[in-house]
């Protein structure tokens, strides 16, 4: 039996005749005659009465049509889920610090407007976390400071950013507009860990000149360190659209280093051989917009 014909065999029950039946349906009348006789041959039941030209559902006919009632219903929410456009699940995404504060929760409202139905869910860490969690498969999209350190990892630039060297009022550094790398070592330095991107590029830049920072403090919270900056602990190095809020206040300042390029770019990765949903899809596609939302970082 199919679900033409339990459908066919609804619609008789519920418009009381074959005649009735069949201008519903928008079938000819000897066809839904035919497919109540296949049912009635199929379970050997009679299903209806024929007396007077009317037909009387029997005691077979309604154990059938309780089944068959709640089989047509869930078909027919099954094919207007499954033909729905609008997508409906989750995405597992996951971003480092800079990003999880300054770029990631107006992605994900922008998302969220587009697409209502679709979750998202994120993991904020350093760079090396994040590559971990895309390499071992629980994470759908990343998006890291930096460029990816593993093979099965393809990634893609999705915005710009750039490391500024950052000083409190009262500091010696607050009314000069260069410093010379060597300089900084001169300096307590109040940096990120070891394995976030904003610390690789930092520490890459000063190897070039044969220098090795030895930070005072080492923090995995950015919000800690411009704190302590702003306190007048020391200097640091850090994203400029993290302390965009802190530069336009007038807290912090920004001193350009001589010679030193810390310009660098936002990646999104994903897993070579992962399969992307078409949530995950869509979701690929907002980031590769980010940009569109993003002022440009100032000139020095």
Request: with cysteine; hydrophobic share 40%.
């Amino acid at each position: 039996m199919t679900i033409r014909h339990l459908r066919i065999f609804v619609t008789v029950c519920q418009c009381g005749s074959i005649t009735a039946a069949a201008r519903q349906l928008y079938i000819a009348q000897p066809s839904v005659s035919l497919a109540i006789g296949e049912l009635e041959r199929h379970y050997k039941v009679r299903l209806f009465d024929r007396i007077s030209r009317r037909l009387h559902i029997t005691e077979a006919g309604r154990r059938l049509y309780a089944y068959a009632s709640n089989i047509v219903s869930l078909y027919g929410e099954m094919e207007e889920r499954m033909s729905d456009k609008a997508l409906d699940g989750r995405v597992l995404t996951g971003c480092t610090i800079t990003i999880g504060n300054r770029i990631l929760p107006g992605l994900v409202r922008r998302f969220n407007q587009r697409h209502p139905r679709v979750g998202v869910r994120a993991f904020i860490g350093n760079s090396d976390g994040v590559e971990r969690r895309v390499l071992e498969g629980d994470l759908d999209i990343g998006l890291i400071e930096g460029v990816a350190h593993q093979s099965q990892l393809q990634a893609e630039v999705f915005l710009e950013d750039q490391l500024v060297l950052l000083c409190g009022e009262g500091h010696p550094l607050w009314k000069r507009e260069e410093v010379r790398p060597e300089e900084l070592m001169e300096y307590d330095l109040l940096l990120r860990e070891k394995g976030s991107g904003t610390r690789e590029l930092f520490d890459s830049a000063m190897l070039t000149r044969e220098l090795v920072a030895d930070p005072k403090w080492e923090s995995v919270s950015t919000h800690a360190l411009l704190e302590a900056v702003a306190q007048g602990l020391g200097v640091s190095v850090l994203p400029y659209r993290l302390a965009e809020p802190d530069l336009a206040s007038g807290r912090l300042r920004r001193v350009r280093i001589a010679d030193m390029d810390l310009r660098r770019k936002f990646y999104i990765i994903t897993h070579k051989s992962k399969y992307l949903s078409e949530e995950a899809q869509a979701f690929l596609e907002e980031v590769r917009g980010t940009a569109a939302h993003i002022p440009p970082i100032p000139a020095e």
